[in-house]
Structures are given as C-alpha cells and as structure tokens.
C-alpha cells in the first residue's frame, strides 16, 4: 500500500491570496516544483484545501474547479502528478464531517487509492492541517510559509516544523526512505554531520556518483579533500547545497535563467557555475572567482547537508583521474581508511556525474555532459554555447583529456567490430545482441539499449572489467543523444582520446 503526502494548498504550495477566482490569480512558492518532484518518488500526491468561500457565496464551484484544473496543468507541465484535489466547500459553523481537522478526505483517499495511512504525512500551514494528519494516524509537517508564522504556538508539542514546503518534502522523503532502518541510519547520518561540522571528511551518496566531502566554507578541511585524493590543486570542487537559500549564501548573482533552470532540474544531476560571494574559499574554487553549486538528488545527501548546517564541497570520491565510484565497495577499494566516515546509500541509481552549465558569459554554455540531458536543459535556457577546448584555452582548470580511466587500456570498438585475437580482451557492449565470440568476458550495459539504464551501469561495469587484469578492454559508443553524449565522452575519456568536449573530472 503507497504512502501519500496530502498538501494543503493555499499558503503551503501557492501563496495564500484570500478567496481565488481565476488561475490568473494562482502563483506558486518557487519552491514548489522541485519539493513535489522530489517527493512524488516516495509518495502519490494529493491536495486537501478547504475553500469556505463557496458557503459564503463568494466564490462558486466552477471558479474552484477552473482554478484546480489550472493548478494540476501547471504542475503536470513539471512532471508532478497530482492524484486528486479534495476539498471542503462548508462553513465552520455547518458542522460537516468533511471539514479539517475530521479526516474524512483521508479516508477517503486511503479508500479510492488504498493509501496507507500511517505512513502518510500532511503539509499545511494550520494547526488544522496537524490536527488532521493525528486524526487520520499520519504524521503532520507544519509549514512556516503562508499563516504558519502567526499559529505556531498553538501547535502539539513535538510537531515537526519546517520553514517551507522543500523543506517539508525533505522530511518526509527522509522519514519515508530511512523508515525501516531509520534509527540507525539517523544516528549515522548525525554522527557524519558532527564530523563535518568539526572539519572532517566524509563519503556520502548522490544520485550520480559517491562524493567525498568537506565543510565548503573551511578552507582546511577542503584541504584535505585533495590530499585524500592526490587531485592537483588547480581542479575547483563542485559545492553541494541543501535548500536554495543555501545557493543564495554561496553565489552573488543569480541570472533569470539560471534560476529557472535550477527551479526546474533541481534536485538532480545538474551543476551551475556563477560568481561566487566571498566566503566562499579560494580553495574551494581554484581561486577562480566564480562557484560551481548543485542540489543533489538523494535523500541521505540532503539530510547530511540539512544536519550539518553548512554547503558541502566534495568532488567524486575516487582517486584522481581513476573511474568514479557507483557503490561504497567502489570508493573502499580507491580510498580505504583515509576518510573519516563513509555513509552507505547502496547504488547510485544515476550513475553518471552532473551535467556542468556556466552562467558565467554572455550565453549559458555546456561544460560538461552528464546526467541531465542537455536537451532537458536547452528547453529551459535556449541554446547552449559548446566550446571547442585547446590545449592552450582550457574550459575549466583541471581539464585533462585522459580521465574516468580504468588500468586496462581501453579503446573504443571499431563499427566493422573485427574479433580480437591472441589476447585477453573485455568488451563493453551497449545493447544485445553481443557479437561476443572471441572476448574473455563481456560486459552489457542494457539490454535494450536503454541509455538511462546504460548510465547507470557504465562505471560498475569498468570497474568489474578492470578487476579482471585484461589486456585490452573494447568499448562500443552509444548514440549521440541524451544521456548517450555522456557515456560517449566519458568513454573517449577513458580511451585517452579526445572527447567532444574536453573537461575534467577528478
Ligand atoms: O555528479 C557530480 O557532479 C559529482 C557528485 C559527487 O556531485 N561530483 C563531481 O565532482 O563530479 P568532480 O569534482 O569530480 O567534478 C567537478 C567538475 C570539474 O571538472 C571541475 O573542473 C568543474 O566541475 N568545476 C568546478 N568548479 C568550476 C568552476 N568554477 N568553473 C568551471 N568548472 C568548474
Ligand atoms: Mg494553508
């Protein structure tokens, strides 16, 4: 049985405006988008709103439901799927049984769509909305945003409160995904937190690589970031945000659309580079004066970052130029007992670093392909600039051609797909069927050419291949579209070849 969020609407998701009668009046919280896309991984997603206006006669049905058909369009233009609206039209004073804090609608719900209760939560920005999540057994989040403010000392003792929607969303995506181990995972996630906090450093997962962080804000600890990964100074680190007030805190200007496009890809595989605010360390940016800053997409990540208080710098936790991590094994293997702790968040389910975007010229520009397809991104700022790197004009310091590389020498798979001969040979196939007569071992990354899935297997798959002390490894190309870019130039990459596009990674 799915758990749900049940969201109150007005002053939790859009601001709250008095009576709406047109969709023209609807404006959302900017962190609306990424908080429902987020969560509606973990829960379906339904609205529960008390609109008292109709007994009053002040709004009609009609203008309720326009207003609700616009809401559900708006957000299915993100990819939000909103399972249904519930809403009391009733007075206070009418007594109905389906007026919060009574949890008829609830029942409702765990009826129509046989969600389960107690593992559901409400959002609102009432006491009412609390009161409703106890009387259907699930768990209230009280928001700051809209009357939350002016209510909150009417409030349950021991009510989790959260500043805003986003927050809330991490909460109960946290509470959701740790719920089986939560106890456990809980006093890890604290216990790295502290660390961090104290200087340390810490392996936690992302949705696209295990990454090895620091406190971005002390300059020491990033130190030792490099030390650890014997990674030349030059290379400026990625810095990991938890809330978009946090990327406020870290850069000093935030184009139009850099805002837009972080509204819509964030949390996810996507980094954006802008100039940074002073207390970001030189460290941290290679002296270079702008910040490269990205949300990632993973609850243990967003917990880690929200516990410890503070952005973390952390580039992917392998050893310089070697492949990156998808597993804990992966970083065990590359940087043993030299960290301070490893958090364990099982695979990556990306598998591929961050898509890098600069707002730092005059048109946006492509730093890096990655994990969020750049069609995804040009639908949001209009066309990329693609540099064309040299060797005497770098994109990013730290660039260097020959990277992601296994021991074994690689080469990628001529299209005639000649059998090897006389040697111990690995190939790395992208789709069935495999012409795998004559190889030592083959590795597939989807069978159905899926290029998701294909990501997601790339770096386990070298690193197994690696392990077998081949001679020689082939590797086969993906198509040039989506996440197929990304697997090309982390293979020409891995090849010591030269990549369409030419940025590091360490
Ligand atoms: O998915 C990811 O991005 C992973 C996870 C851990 O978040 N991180 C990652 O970090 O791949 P790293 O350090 O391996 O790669 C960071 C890349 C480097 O190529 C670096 O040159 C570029 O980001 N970069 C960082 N700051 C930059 C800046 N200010 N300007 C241009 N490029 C920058
Ligand atoms: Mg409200």
């Excluded at 978009?244 to 870290?250: E, M, R, T, Y």
């Excluded at 961050?354 to 397809?373: D, H, V, Y």
């Excluded at 059998?419 to 789709?431: F, I, S, T």
């Amino acid at each position: 049985m799915p758990p749900a969020l049940f969201l109150d609407r007005d002053g939790t998701i859009i601001e709250d405006r008095g009576h709406l009668r047109s969709p023209s009046q609807v404006a959302f919280f900017p962190q609306t988008i990424p908080a429902l896309r987020m969560a509606q991984r973990a829960f379906k997603l339904f609205i529960v709103t008390h609109q008292p206006g109709v007994a009053e006669g002040v709004i009609g049905t009609d203008g309720v439901a326009r207003v609700h058909a616009s809401i559900l369009a708006r957000l299915a233009q993100h990819g939000i799927h909103i399972e249904r609206v519930y809403y009391c039209p009733h007075r206070r004073s009418e007594g109905c049984r389906c007026i919060k804090p009574n949890p008829y609608h609830l029942f409702e719900a765990a009826r129509q769509y046989g969600i389960d209760l107690r593992r559901s939560f409400v959002i609102g920005d009432h006491p009412h909305d609390v009161g409703l999540a106890m009387n259907a057994g699930a768990t209230g989040i009280y928001v700051l945003t809209g009357h939350g403010e002016k209510h909150r000392h009417e409030l349950p003792p021991d009510t989790i409160v959260a500043s805003d929607i986003w927050e809330a969303a991490i909460r109960a995506t946290e509470s959701h995904t740790f719920s089986e181990k939560h106890a456990e995972i809980a006093g890890q996630i604290s216990r790295a937190a502290a660390l961090l906090k104290q200087g340390g450093v810490v392996v936690f997962p992302t949705e696209t690589v295990y990454g090895l962080g620091a406190n971005a804000l002390d300059a020491r600890a990033v130190a030792a970031i490099f030390e650890i990964k014997r990674r030349p100074r030059f290379d400026p680190l990625i810095v990991h945000v938890g809330s978009f007030a946090q990327l406020d805190a870290v850069v000093a200007e935030l184009p139009t659309t850099a805002r837009d496009l972080v509204e819509s890809c964030w949390p996810g595989p996507l980094t954006v580079v802008l100039p940074k605010r002073d207390l970001v360390p030189d460290i941290v940016t290679a002296g270079l004066p702008t910040v490269a800053v990205r949300m990632p997409d993973h609850p243990m990540a967003l917990a880690l970052i929200r516990e410890a208080g503070v952005p973390i710098a952390a580039p992917s936790a392998n050893l310089f130029g070697r492949i990156s991590p998808t597993t804990v094994q992966h970083v065990q293997e590359q940087l043993g007992d030299r960290v301070d702790m490893m958090l364990d968040g099982g695979s990556c389910r990306v598998g591929i670093e961050s898509t890098i975007i600069s707002f730092c010229g005059r048109q946006p520009a492509l730093l890096r392909p990655g994990g969020t397809p750049i069609e995804v991104v040009e639908a949001v700022t209009g066309p990329l600039l693609r540099l064309e790197p040299t060797p005497a004009v770098p994109l990013a310091p730290g660039q260097l051609p020959h990277h992601y590389a296994p021991k074994t020498p690689l080469v990628l798979r001529s299209a005639a797909g000649e059998m090897p001969r006389g040697r111990r040979v690995g190939l790395l196939a992208l789709r069935a069927p495999v012409a795998a007569q004559g190889y030592e071992v083959v590795e597939l990354l989807s069978p159905t050419g899926d290029l998701r899935e294909a990501a997601g297997n790339l770096f386990a798959a070298l690193h197994r291949l690696d392990a077998r002390g081949l001679d020689l490894i082939e590797a086969e190309l993906a198509p040039e579209t989506g996440l197929g870019r990304a697997i090309n130039d982390r293979l020409c990459r891995a090849a010591g070849g030269t990549p369409q596009m030419t940025l590091g990674n360490g």
